[in-house]
């Protein structure tokens, strides 16, 4: 059974970085796509980011088109977000999900980012 965990979330200042982390098991990740969605209170969930390193292809929403980039690492069954110059308007609980073309199949538990001051 795929299981996704995410990890990395935490409460930073703007202007400052974080590197969220999902790695699944019981399954092979590099089988499916790998994005990271995020909702804030009172908003519905969006997606941020995907990733098919099969392809090569890579989807960012505009706003966090250069600041944020995505990635996986196939042999540790991994996938990252690097968050930097976070502004307050990330503030949301960010969540992995595996799945075909980028449309979510399964979804991981998702790891809370707070960024103040």
């Known amino acids: 059974q795929l299981q996704l965990v995410e990890s990395g979330g935490g409460l930073v200042q703007p202007g400052g970085s974080l590197r969220l982390s999902c790695v699944a098991s019981?399954?092979?990740?590099?089988?499916?796509?790998t994005g990271w969605f995020r909702q804030a209170p009172g908003k519905e969930r969006e997606g941020v980011s995907c990733?098919?390193?099969?392809?090569?292809?890579?989807y960012y929403r505009d706003s966090v088109k250069g600041r944020f980039t995505i990635s996986r690492d196939n042999a540790k069954n991994t996938a990252y977000l690097q968050m930097n110059s976070l502004k307050p308007e990330d503030t949301a609980v960010y969540y992995c999900?595996?799945?075909?073309?980028?449309?979510?199949?399964?979804w991981g538990q998702g790891t809370q980012v707070t960024v103040s001051s």
């Open positions: 019981g399954v092979t990740l590099g089988y499916y796509t």
């Open positions: 999900a595996a799945g075909t073309y980028c449309v979510p199949r399964h």
């Open positions: 990733i098919n390193s099969s392809s090569g292809y890579t």
